[in-house]
């Protein structure tokens, strides 16, 4: 079992630590030069960085949760608005026909991906590629992205991490073999962007488009053994 994805007390995800670190020196060191010498500008750029750093907390941030761990019960592998469900051949991984279930977070949501369904990981894949608007139909074939297969006991699942015209970096912290649970943390991705979900063909999808989801927590698609 991978022992990524605990819950913890530290409320931020991993990896936002630097980017968390850099904005609070910078903020910190605008803060002490604007008490030393007050001045609008030091003020105006002061209360700009402070915005700045609570979006940057708001961004970073990463909530305990319960999910849902029901046999068969595929839940949402990320936070966000259904875009697409579309069935479409599957050409690389699996190479067979699947549901498409598109998932775009904005850079309002929670940017931690959680595992859809318990299994164990049997691949995990880098691509480079584009940096397409992430709701953009192409962008699952051509922006750069992390696909993660899963072999569960109701068949292997795709999840594929997208990188967008602002998320310029995808995280996945598992690797082949680790055994996963329903709603375990598994990655992040920086800013906007999109997460994909491929199931086989015969599930019962649970949502629509336009559906606002929560990783770990909104079913998604059932699925018979």
Known sequence: MSQYGADKTWP???GGGPTIGIATALWGAVLFLWRRRPGTFLGVLAAL??????????????????????PGLVVSPGD?????????HEPHFLRQDLIRISIFLSIFDVHVQRVPLGGRVTRVEYRP???LQAFRPEAS?????????LDTPYGSLLVRQIAGIMARRCVNYLEVGDEVETGQRFGLIRFGSRVDLFVPATAQVLVTIGTQVSGGITPMVRLNE
């Open 141 to 149: 074939l051509e922006n750069e992205a992390i696909t993660m297969e």
């Open 80 to 88: 966000g608005e259904v875009v697409a469900i579309v069935k479409e």
């Open 12 to 14: 931020f995800a991993e």
């Open 129 to 131: 590629g584009k940096f």
């Open 49 to 70: 960085l402070s915005t700045f750093w609570l979006l940057i907390l708001y961004f970073f941030r990463d909530p305990n949760r319960d999910p849902l761990q029901e």
